[in-house]
Each structure stands twice: as structure tokens, then as C-alpha cells.
């Protein structure tokens, strides 16, 4: 006789909301997080190892062991993939998951980025500091001072008849060298992977239709300057947010989120400064 299989990952799938953070948090749901947080990264790698985890690939690998792999304290970084490309001959079985039950991934790839994670904060600070310093001795002079919101996200300003009439969020507002802006804006990350300025124009046509409005000319140096700028201050709120996530638990899963993004803000930053040298 066999035993009686028990869902696991799709023990809850019957209930209507288990996509949303309440619906989730109902069935136990981002509580996880707080208590691996809470835990040295080895203990949390141990608990994996002797619960039996295994991958759900062919090889159902143990994923303690896996985990352990990586080296703690090295310094170097250590990335987390989530594939979920169902390339195997008939695998149906990670698109209805995260369909199902999206946290339970957020979750768990949280859990496992913080148990095979190199310890960021101080490296970070210190690159940020020695990068900061960099910039404050070689600032460019600014041919003309401009008021700057450095904070374009939609809904943030009123547009009339295509023009910026007015800010609705002053949070970033300040006097200062237009070029700032224009490379704020057409920071990769805000094209989301499409090559475009903020998924609306490749960058030569953005800068050219810059140049073509105001009158006035880009300085290649310049850019470069304010890109350098505006990477450092997206690494740093994405440090802010792990921090902050680390410190509160699941009580905003966007400031986890945030964290996620550090690596590949530092990754950049450190490729921009090494074609900017």
C-alpha cells in the first residue's frame, strides 16, 4: 500500500485569492522570511538540507546541498536564477505555480538569495564612498543651472499638449545641471531592457531630440558624469530597501524587492565607471 500523497505547493490552490498578499498571508504566508532573517545564513542552508528539499528538474537535486556550494564571506557575488522556461519535453509545472501562488515564489527565491548571499553592506558603502568621492573632485561645470526633478515616473507630472506643465511630486526637485536629468532618464533601468529611453526612444534619438527643443548641446563628458551619478544613487536605494527589508520582515515586500536589484546596480555601475576610465 502507498501512502497518501499531501500537496504541498499546491495545497491551497482551491482558494480564490491566494494570488493576493492577504489571500496568501492567510494560509501562512510571509512568515517564513521574517524567521530566516532572523537566523545565521549556515543554519538557515542546515534546516534546507535536512528538510528534504529537492529541485523539481529531472535530477531532483537536493537544494540544501546546492545552497552549500556557495561560499560564505567571499566577497564575491553570488547570483540567484529563477528558471522557470518549462523547456523540458511536456513540463507544465512552473507557470501554473507562479499563477497560482506568486508569493510563495517571492518568498522562497528571498530566502534563498539571503542564505547564499555575500554580506553587501559594507563593500557597498565603501565603493559608494570611494565613487562619491570621485565624483564630488571631478564635477563638470554646468553650462546653465535648470530646475531638475530627477524623479520622472508617470503620474509625477501634468502634460499639456506634450509639454511638462507642472510637477505633482517634489520630493526630488532642485537646481542643477540639466545633463543630470537627461542621463537620469535614460539610465537602463528604466527602459526595462527594450535599448529605449525609458521604453520610448533609442538614446541618440532621445539626446537629438533634446538638443533640437532646448537649444542646447550635450556634453558627452557630461552624461557619462551624471550617469555615473544617477547608478550610485539607484545602488543606494536599493541598499536601503534590503536593509530596511532586513530589518522589518514581510511588512513591505517592495522594499525586498528593491533589494533584489542591488547586485545588478552595482554590476553596472562598475561597468559604466571602467568604460567611463
Known sequence: MTDTLT???????????????DGYRRVG????????????????IAMVKSSGLRGRGGAGFPTGVKWSFLPQGDTKPHYLVVNADESEPGACKDVPLMMANPHLLIEGA??????????????????????????????????????LHGDFRIGNFLLVESEISAFLDWESAHLGDPHEDVAWAALPQFGGGSGMVCRLAPEAEFYASY???????????????????????????????????????????????????LPSSLRLLQKTIEVAT
Open 211 to 261: 538638443e533640437s527643443k532646448t537649444g542646447s548641446r550635450l556634453n558627452p563628458g557630461s552624461l557619462r558624469y551624471y550617469t555615473v551619478m544617477g547608478l550610485l544613487k539607484l545602488a543606494l536605494v536599493n541598499l536601503a530597501a534590503l536593509r530596511r527589508s532586513q530589518a522589518l520582515g514581510a511588512d513591505d515586500i517592495r522594499m525586498a524587492a528593491l533589494g533584489t536589484q
Open 110 to 147: 528571498t530566502i534563498a538569495s539571503y542564505a547564499i548571499g555575500p554580506d553587501y553592506h559594507d563593500t557597498v558603502l565603501a565603493k559608494a564612498r570611494a565613487v562619491a568621492q570621485t565624483l564630488e573632485r571631478h564635477a563638470p561645470a554646468a553650462p546653465q543651472l535648470s530646475l
Open 7 to 21: 500537496p504541498v505547493l499546491t495545497a491551497h490552490w482551491d482558494q480564490p485569492d491566494l494570488f493576493t498578499i
Open 29 to 44: 504566508g510571509w512568515q517564513a522570511l521574517p524567521k530566516a532573517l532572523g537566523m545565521p545564513r549556515d543554519e538557515v
